[in-house]
């Protein structure tokens, strides 16, 4: 039987470039592990493998946005942004203006409410030409509560979405 443990590494893979050919940035499905029934247990994993490796070292990093990117993938946002400011926290030489990074950041910003704090991330120039983005910028946009922009934002066809884990697909697709 395969355990999250042994898909841990392609868990954390960016998205592949077939994906990135098709405009799809995010991949939740990859990301969020088993699901929610298995939540706490891919956590444990991946914590007791972040125990394992002194901060700076390989694999550090990484672990950490494993566990933001499950937690994100599974709607847990406020928990994904715990993981960047654990992150930022222990180091210091974060590449914060990593594209892979900030939309992760901006995406979990925008899913809990931060949307000020959303905007400025989806705003910066390393975003700029990420087609899947404007989900994101349509969605937090409608959150402030600004529905001309929201409008002159959102996709024409939500194609993208049906990807979507449905906790995340129902709230953007509204």
Do not use: C
């Not at 990301?31 to 390989?58: F, M, T, Y």
């Not at 939500?158 to 449905?166: A, E, G, I, K, R």
Request: net charge negative; hydrophobic share 40%.
């Amino acid at each position: 039987m395969e355990t999250f443990y042994s898909v841990v590494s392609d868990f954390l893979e960016p998205v592949q470039e077939t994906s990135k050919e098709k405009g799809q940035y995010y991949a939740f499905d990859r990301w969020a592990g088993e699901g929610l029934s298995e939540l706490d247990s891919n956590r444990q994993i991946l914590e007791r493998k972040l125990a394992q490796v002194e901060p700076g070292e390989e694999g550090y990093l990484e672990t950490i946005i494993q566990l933001a990117k499950l937690h994100l993938a599974n709607y847990f946002p406020h928990e994904a942004l715990g993981y960047f400011s654990f992150a930022n926290e222990q180091l210091a030489d974060l590449q914060e203006d990593s594209p892979e990074l900030l939309s992760l950041k901006a995406a979990a910003e925008a899913l809990a409410g931060q949307g000020l704090a959303a905007r400025r991330s989806f705003s910066d120039p390393a975003l700029k030409d990420i087609a899947e983005l404007d989900y994101w910028r349509a969605y937090n946009e409608s959150r402030l509560e600004n529905w001309a922009e929201a409008y002159a934002l959102t996709p024409r066809s939500s194609d993208m979405l049906n990807n979507y884990p449905d906790a995340i697909r129902y709230e953007m697709a509204l």
